[in-house]
């Protein structure tokens, strides 16, 4: 067994080994990725987006982007490392084969008075007799001696030849990589192994345990409050109006704890005063409408000013209270409103559908909040059906500059989207009264905006038609494209000060009867997950068809490519209804860009289930067997335009119950569904 002082020497080089096999590979595999990352902008460079300064690399910024918890952890557990290694080197002593002739101080084969001589020279300065510390004493007798012993000695001679001791065969030893205190257990060395063991195998582990308990029975996955999606899930109706989405919007709990100062009423009373005419007063009597407006709950009435002074853009004007308190809403922004959306869709009927008409109405306030555009000019007037809500998301853009261009007969966005490059550029600069620096920004933004295009089939797996009560495999892609050639960008959104991915939502949905059979959310950003998700659904679906290898093959690969070229597979399922033909439409949603969004018309249409029950074969008489799903014809597709945000009032919002639930009291049925509402959508 080696002795506790070897023991202690090991314990650095263990620590060091451990701390080496799961560092060394991370940093490996950290660099590799940041050398091989993609360079290429994916960020807006018209000249708005850069006086905003929210992508300038500057040394602080550089700074803070590195100085993330990961980073920091790596960087430190190396600076252990390197204290280590050098700790090693210098006190550590290695084991080393036994050399007379080097602790001698003399060149091998010296004859026998020089060996006495220098044996004698050393005794003077390690002797016992002639030197008192222990250490001196140790190396006497451990080396000094059995060095001389081994030269002059015939028998020590002859085992230093053979085994290269003077004491013969050396047996192995092993020992505990443990320090040296660890190892007595004498009096207050084992009160602290007690302790370390406790405190490290007990108490630590308890004390995660409580903060993670703690903290999951107060927020969602997703960091949302359980609160906040139970108020979210309370408050959402199937008829809810775009226009109240933001009243549910802001009741969110991060939203109402958020403090509530005395100093902040003036600055909110002037706010209140610019961002009057977006707050749906009735100017009949508005006075009564402004008394009621400011009887709301203090949090309610703070929150609404300040998203509307977002989308306003006047928050230039706020305080400096008022605007962390602001940028705090925006950084919280996103994350409610994908909950918001998740709430919307989620299943409430038999045949598991959510609701479209809130859906849209949360995508499209989360349009608005990034692009900084009032609700208001979403609007229909001037000629125009959709509103000027999408050309004031364009830089230098305005209502006037609409009106003027709106004289050479562009009236909507895609007529914009549609024209020339040379005459766009001649538009903007005669009619708007653009500089070309203007007009060459407006060109920037344009191409940074994602074409969609959608393919949608609906089809159960290895069957012919669809019957009722089967369930049904959507398959869509979703086709995107950029005049810029990008895949995934950050939008332009220069009021918006944080990075904001774009999210897009495709909903296959029943437009009359207001119901979403599908839903799920997109990202074009993490190629690697597209192209994996993609080949392992149509690998399986290949192989429940019971095709062959090389068709599985080359169906993958055809989808790896589409994956590649802009493409993202979305798969969905849903449970086929009665009897019919159903006219559905596949909505593609951004929740970053106003204008973008898409929808493309399908029929499906449902068979009675055959009394045998086969599938495939031939049917009853009289029957026939026709294709589930048809593409609608482009002359019947009239009833089935863009679909048109509705700002109407709702009549069925009560203001007692908006109070009861600022003030956290809910109903039986908003508490019991918290824990649903928070889950991901089928």
């Known amino acids: 067994m080696a002795t506790p002082e070897e023991n202690g020497s090991l314990f650095p080089i263990f620590i060091l080994t451990m701390m080496a096999l799961s560092v060394v590979p991370y940093t490996i595999v950290r660099l590799s990725r940041s050398v091989t990352r993609k360079t290429r902008t994916i960020h807006c460079q018209c000249s708005v987006c850069s006086r905003s300064g929210k992508y300038k690399r500057s040394i602080l910024k550089r700074i803070s982007n590195f100085s993330t918890c990961s980073n920091l952890t790596i960087l430190l557990l190396w600076v252990i490392m390197v204290i280590l290694v050098y700790y090693i080197k210098h006190t550590s002593r290695e084991i080393q084969p036994f050399e007379p002739f080097s602790i001698l101080g003399l060149e091998p084969g010296v004859s026998d008075s020089e060996i006495k001589k220098a044996y004698r020279k050393l005794s003077i300065l390690y002797h016992p007799d002639k030197n008192p510390d222990p250490e001196a004493h140790k190396y006497f007798v451990e080396f000094i001696s059995k060095a001389y012993q081994a030269l002059t000695d015939p028998i020590s001679r002859e085992n230093y030849e053979k085994y290269g001791h003077p004491d013969g065969r050396q047996g192995l030893e092993m020992g505990i990589a443990l320090p040296k205190f660890l190892l007595n257990f004498d009096g207050a060395s084992g009160g602290i192994l007690l302790l370390g063991i406790v405190g490290v195998c007990i108490l630590l582990p308890l004390i995660i345990a409580v903060i993670y308990l703690s903290r999951s029975a107060k927020y969602t996955g997703n960091y949302v409050m359980h609160q906040t999606l139970s108020t979210y899930f309370y408050f959402m109706k199937p008829s809810l109006a775009p226009s109240k989405v933001m009243d549910v919007f802001i009741k969110a709990a991060e939203y109402v704890e958020m403090p509530i100062r005395r100093s902040d009423t003036e600055p909110l ?179 940074m905006m994602p074409s969609i295009t959608l393919e949608v089939t609906c089809e159960t797996e290895g069957e012919e038609g669809i019957q009722e009560g089967d369930l049904v495999t959507m398959y869509a892609w979703i086709n995107l494209s950029r005049r810029n050639g990008l895949i995934g960008a950050l939008p332009h959104s220069p009021y918006y000060p944080f990075h904001k991915e774009e999210n897009f939502w495709l909903l296959l949905a029943d437009p009359v009867s207001n119901e979403v059979w599908v839903s799920q959310k997109v990202n074009f950003m993490d190629e690697a997950a597209a192209i994996t998700a993609a080949s392992k659904a149509i690998q399986e679906t290949k192989e429940a068809l019971g095709a062959s290898v090389r068709d599985v093959s080359s169906a993958v690969i055809k989808a790896i490519e589409k994956v590649k070229s802009g493409s993202r597979l979305v798969m969905g399922k849903f449970q086929a209804p009665a009897e019919g033909t159903y006219n559905l439409s596949s909505y593609c949603l951004c929740d970053a860009w106003i204008g973008c969004d898409t929808k493309t018309n399908l029929k499906i249409k449902v068979l009675k289930r055959s009394r045998t029950g086969t599938r495939g074969h031939a049917v009853e008489e009289g029957s026939v067997v026709e294709d589930g799903i048809e593409e609608e014809e482009a002359e019947e597709e009239e009833g089935y335009d863009d679909y048109e945000s509705e700002y109407s009032d709702d009549e069925d919002d009560e203001k007692e119950q908006n109070n009861k639930a600022v003030n956290g009291v809910l109903n039986e049925k908003g508490h019991t569904t918290s824990e649903s509402s928070g889950s991901d959508e089928e």
């Open 269 to 447: 009373q002037k706010l209140f005063v610019a961002v009057r005419s977006e707050l749906n007063l009735d100017l009949k009597n508005i006075k009564t409408e402004q008394a009621k407006f400011w009887k709301q709950h203090p949090a309610l009435v703070k929150m609404e000013l300040l998203v509307q002074a977002q989308l306003t853009r006047e928050s230039a004007s706020l305080s400096s209270s008022l605007l962390s308190d602001f940028k705090r809403m925006l950084e919280l922004a996103p994350r409610l409103l994908e909950e918001l959306v998740k709430i919307a869709v989620l299943p409430r009927s038999p045949l598991g559908h959510g609701w479209l008409r809130p859906a849209i109405g949360v995508v499209e306030l989360s349009q608005s909040i990034v692009q900084a555009v009032p609700l208001s000019a979403r609007k229909a007037g001037g000629g125009n059906s959709e509103g000027i809500a999408a050309f004031l998301q364009l830089p230098h853009f305005s209502e006037t500059v609409f009106k003027k261009i709106a004289r050479k007969k562009v009236r909507t966005f895609q007529d914009l989207r549609d024209l020339g490059i040379q005459e766009r550029h001649e538009l903007l600069i005669h009619a708007a009264g653009f500089s070309d620096a203007e007009a060459h920004d407006t060109e920037i933004v344009l191409e």
